[in-house]
C-alpha cells in the first residue's frame, strides 16, 4: 500500500523556518516524481514545486510564490522528501500536503497519491 | 487566479445530475495531460474520485464520471446524494512552467439541495 507521512508542522514565527519531511512507502520512491501542495485556511489548492527523480534530470522547481524562500530536497536511501521553508510569511500559514504520481496498470494511467497533510502556522 | 477555471457553486436536488467544468488551455488540459479530480469536505484532505481523465480508484461510486475534450474536462455527479455536498477541484500538468507542473482550477462548491 502506497503512504505518504508528512511531519514537522507547527508554530513559528513570521521570518522563521521549519522543514517538513515526507515519508514514502510501498513504492520505489527513488522512480517517482514527487511534489509539495498546500492549502491555506478558506483557500484553493497550491502547487509549491516538485522533486524530479535522477532518471529524469534530478532537478527541483519551486513554484513564483515561493520561489527563492523554500527548498525541495529529497534523500532516496531513506525515502524521504523535503521541504525547507525560510523567511516564512503569515501568508504561507496553510496545511502542506507531499504528493506523488504512480503508474496504474491496470488502467493505463499515471494516479496521484497524497499525504494527510501537515499543518504549519506562521504567526507571532 | 487559477490557471484551470471552474464556477465556484453549482447545486442541484437530491438524485438530480449535476456537471463541473474545468476550462484549460493548449500548455495543460490542451497539450494531452491527464486531469484528475478531488472532493474535499469540510476539515478533510482531498480525496482522489477520478484520475486520469475517466479512471475511478477504488470505492468511488459509478455515479461519479469523469471527461475530458480538447482544453476542457468535465466532472459528472448523478443520483445526487446530501454526502456529495462538498469541494471539488481539477488538477492537470502544465508545459509552461519548468515542465510538467501540476495546476489547479480553482474549486467549485457543491450544495444538495
Known amino acids: 500500500e502506497v503512504q505518504l507521512v508528512e511531519s514537522g508542522g507547527g508554530l513559528v514565527k513570521p521570518g522563521g523556518s521549519l522543514t517538513l519531511s515526507c515519508a514514502g512507502s510501498g513504492f520505489t520512491f527513488s522512480n517517482a516524481w514527487m511534489s509539495w501542495v498546500r492549502q491555506g485556511p478558506g483557500k484553493g489548492l497550491e502547487y509549491i514545486g516538485q522533486?524530479?527523480?535522477?532518471?529524469?534530470?534530478?532537478?527541483?522547481d519551486t513554484a513564483a510564490p515561493v520561489k527563492g524562500r523554500f527548498i525541495i530536497s529529497r534523500e532516496d536511501s531513506q525515502s524521504t522528501l523535503y521541504l525547507q521553508m525560510n523567511s516564512l510569511k503569515t501568508e504561507d500559514t496553510a496545511v502542506y500536503y507531499c504528493?506523488?504520481?504512480?503508474?496504474?496498470?491496470?488502467?493505463?494511467?499515471?494516479?496521484?497519491?497524497w499525504g494527510q497533510g501537515a499543518l504549519v502556522t506562521v504567526s507571532s | 487566479q487559477s490557471v484551470l477555471t471552474q464556477p465556484p457553486s453549482v447545486s442541484g436536488a437530491p438524485g438530480q445530475r449535476v456537471t463541473i467544468s474545468c476550462t484549460g488551455g493548449?500548455?495543460?488540459?490542451?497539450?494531452?495531460?491527464?486531469v484528475q479530480w478531488y472532493q474535499q469536505l469540510p476539515g478533510t484532505a482531498p480525496k482522489l474520485i477520478i484520475y486520469g481523465n475517466t479512471n475511478r480508484p477504488s470505492g468511488v461510486p459509478d455515479r461519479f464520471t469523469g471527461s475530458k475534450s480538447g482544453t476542457s474536462a468535465s466532472l459528472a455527479v448523478t443520483g445526487l446524494e446530501a454526502e456529495d455536498e462538498a469541494d471539488y477541484y481539477c488538477q492537470s500538468y502544465d508545459n509552461s512552467l519548468s515542465g510538467g507542473d501540476v495546476v489547479f482550477g480553482g474549486g467549485t462548491k457543491l450544495t444538495v439541495l
Open positions: 522533486s524530479k527523480t535522477k532518471a529524469g534530470g534530478g532537478t527541483t
Open positions: 504528493t506523488t504520481i504512480l503508474y496504474d496498470s491496470p488502467s493505463g494511467s499515471y494516479r496521484p497519491y
Open positions: 493548449s500548455s495543460n488540459i490542451g497539450a494531452g495531460h491527464d
